[in-house]
């Protein structure tokens, strides 16, 4: 069974309370994820702790990772979209004078408010979907995902739209970007040629599912796990690398040893680049193998 582990009546927020053989949804790695991409004022021990399916909550009572279920988003809230389109929500439509809905959203609308802008716009935004999708779909856990995100619905900022039946809300597969279809296909079948993603059981350390390294291939230090730049490399089951950089800044991230080479999303099947060093992009990220 899934629970969405929250109500509004007193004692209602129950995530990591439920017993064994449930799952739940995972409010924590949906806000961690936002802020780290979105709002950059998470640390990189919080963003680890939510990419491997948040222990702190659900390793109790002999559960699985499976149990956190993480997402980005749900039926209720911003879509993908949105959330890369909309700072403020815009429930006008609702009839309630836009007091619905909440006003937490962790988003960001990278300079201009609604859908639309220029080609940089509308690539940073790209950038910043990109990054959500495969924090989410590359991480320990049981994905989940919002139908019309793959694609690129929107709802035009209503982060409460339980009462539109409409257009709205509606997914127009004739509008679906398909490159971000692609993209997200593309994921999901990475995810699973991971091992570490695949076994159902708790990383530990030296277990060699999860290294966690710095911008120079090095084990972080306490204080780069809380105070150090938005720069990590995500080493799993010694064979696949996420690089991430969640700065403004390129940044030159220097890989582990080994011939590693960009993998689909992040590059074509053919011809491999073997490459040592990565050109972090500006809040990017790009998966190897070796």
């Known amino acids: 069974l899934i629970a969405e582990p929250w109500d509004i009546a007193p004692g209602g927020y129950q995530v990591g309370n439920f017993p064994p053989l449930f799952a739940e949804w995972?409010?924590?790695?949906?806000d961690a994820a936002r802020r780290f991409w979105l709002h950059y004022d998470l640390p990189l021990g919080a963003f680890a702790g939510r990419f491997a399916a948040s222990s702190d909550v659900f390793k109790r009572n002999g559960r699985l990772p499976s149990a956190a279920i993480n997402l980005v988003t749900a039926h209720d809230g911003f879509t993908l979209r949105d959330c890369v389109c909309f700072n403020h929500k815009h429930n006008e439509a609702n009839g309630e004078e836009n007091r619905d809905g909440t006003n937490n959203n962790y988003s960001n609308n990278h300079g201009k408010e609604g859908l639309g802008g220029t080609l940089d716009l509308v690539e940073r935004r790209?950038?910043?979907i990109h990054a959500l999708l495969t924090t989410l779909l590359l991480s320990q856990g049981t994905p989940m995902l919002l139908a019309g995100d793959e694609h690129g619905h929107s709802q035009r900022g209503n982060n409460n739209a339980y009462c539109q039946d409409n257009q709205l809300t509606w997914l127009d597969w004739s509008q679906a970007s398909s490159g971000l279809t692609?993209?997200?296909?593309?994921?999901?079948?990475?995810r699973k040629r991971i091992p570490a993603l695949m076994e159902n059981r708790w990383?530990?350390?030296?277990?060699?599912?999860?290294?966690?390294?710095?911008?120079?291939a090095q084990p972080l230090s306490t204080d780069e796990w809380q105070n150090g730049p938005k720069q990590l490399q995500i080493l799993l089951s010694d064979r696949f690398l996420i690089a991430i950089n969640a700065t403004l800044e390129v940044t030159e991230i220097v890989l582990p040893a080994g011939e590693w080479h960009a993998i689909p999303p992040f590059a074509g099947e053919d011809n491999p680049v073997i490459t040592a060093v990565w050109q972090g992009a500006a809040h990017g990220l790009c998966v190897f193998q070796r």
């Open 26 to 30: 995972n409010d924590h790695f949906r």
């Open 126 to 128: 790209r950038d910043s």
């Open 182 to 190: 692609a993209f997200t296909a593309a994921l999901i079948h990475l």
């Open 203 to 216: 990383w530990e350390e030296g277990d060699g599912n999860v290294r966690w390294l710095n911008r120079y």
